[in-house]
Structure formats: C-alpha cells, structure tokens
C-alpha cells in the first residue's frame, strides 16, 4: 500500500454550515421546522444582544480610564 499525500485542505478544521440562512425559501419547510428555525434566530438575537452589551462595557471602562488621565 502506497502512502498517499495528505490535502493540506483535509487538515483544516471545517466550517459548521449554518442551520438558518437568511432569505431562505421557507415554503419547503413544515410549521414545526419554522418554530424551530424562530427559536434559533431568538437565540441569536439574546447572544447578538450579549455580545454588545460586553462591547459597551469594554468601552466604557475604556473611555473612564483614558478620561483620568
């Protein structure tokens, strides 16, 4: 058996597809795939949220320590 050569492709970690894309065609989809698809994006939504709240914290510690000195 010969060695083949590796794909350095193969050795890179490979992207989740993502379960809601937006503009997707929602006909396809049955009401419970749609409650699911709606919980998941208000998922996204409270972490998109999160996220910028740590943001403004972050500035905001940084804008009262650069205004002391």
Same mark, same amino acid.
């Given at each position: 058996m010969r060695?083949? =050569?590796i794909? =350095? /492709? /193969?050795?890179? =970690? @490979? #992207? #989740?597809m993502p379960e $809601? !894309?937006?503009g997707q065609d929602l006909s396809t989809m049955s /009401?419970? /795939?749609?409650? &699911? @698809? $709606?919980a998941a994006l208000e998922e996204e939504i !409270?972490?998109? @949220?999160e996220a910028i709240k740590a943001r403004q914290s972050t500035k905001s510690a940084a804008d &009262? +320590? +650069? @205004? #002391?000195?």
């Open positions: 060695n083949m =050569p794909d =350095p /492709e /193969e050795l890179l =970690p @490979r #992207k #989740k $809601i !894309v937006l /009401e419970h /795939e749609l409650v &699911a @698809r $709606i !409270v972490r998109s @949220r &009262a +320590f +650069f @205004r #002391k000195n």
